[in-house]
Structures are given as structure tokens and as C-alpha cells.
């Protein structure tokens, strides 16, 4: 049916993350194409363990906890004694620059909601994979 979308979560299908997320990230896009103009729909599975360096994105972002535990810090510096634990059904949002960074002590499924063209810029330039 036009206009409609729906995907079950038997449904996700997984793939690498975007080459800007550090190995080991895995992605599935439910919706739209973040690489491209309008809106997106986007899930990260992190691994236990999994570190998201100070970063900042070009346009806001919506994100949702499906699974696991999320510790969000906001900052230049990666911190983790001032990250926030949250947990499943959490709930975020970023305006455009605002400089954050993750951590998960637990497998963890983050959904994002924007606009695209999805873009992440690394406080650090040496944090950014796509410079290895």
C-alpha cells in the first residue's frame, strides 16, 4: 500500500554499520535512506563493551533505547562517570552540534530518527574511522 510502511522484528535485516561507526556496530534502516534527503528511520546494535567517541551530527537526532542500556554523555571529553545509564524505552534527542559520546555495558539496540543526509563528525579527528 503507498504511504505505508511496516517491518516486524523478525524482519530487521542487519548489516554493517556505516564505515563513520567504529567495527564492530551493526545497522539496519527501516526506513528511508539516511544517505539521501528526508526522513530516516535507523537501528545500531552496540556490542557489551562498545564505545562511541565525542561527536556531534549535522542535523537533530530522535533515539530511542529498544534494547539494553545506553550511558549518554554530553561533552567534549568522554567521561563516564558523568554518563547517564539509559536503560530500555529510554528516550533522547540532539539538536544539531551538540557534542555527546556513548557507552554500553550491554548489548544495546539504539533506534534514530532524523533527516538525512546522516552525518557524524568526531570532536577528535583521530576517533574517526574513516581516517584509519
Request: hydrophobic fraction near 35%; avoid cysteine; charge should be neutral.
Given at each position: ?28 534502516v ?8 528526508g ?40 567521561d ?53
Open positions: 500500500m503507498p504511504g505505508h510502511s511496516t517491518v516486524t522484528a523478525q524482519e530487521v535485516k542487519w548489516g554493517p554499520a556505516p564505515p563513520s561507526i567504529r567495527p564492530g556496530a551493526q545497522a539496519a527501516l526506513y528511508g535512506d539516511p544517505n539521501k534527503e526522513m530516516f528511520v535507523m537501528r545500531l546494535k552496540l556490542p557489551k563493551g562498545y564505545q562511541l567517541s565525542p561527536h556531534t551530527h549535522p542535523k537533530p537526532e530522535i533515539v530511542t533505547v529498544i534494547s539494553g542500556t545506553m550511558r549518554l554523555g554530553m561533552g567534549r571529553t568522554a563516564p562517570s558523568k554518563a547517564q545509564a539509559l536503560p530500555a524505552g529510554s528516550f533522547f534527542a540532539m539538536d544539531p552540534g551538540m557534542e555527546h559520546y556513548g557507552s554500553f555495558d550491554e548489548d544495546t539496540v539504539v533506534q534514530i530518527n532524523s533527516s538525512g543526509p546522516w552525518g557524524i563528525t568526531y570532536v577528535n579527528p583521530a576517533d574517526d574511522p574513516r581516517q584509519k
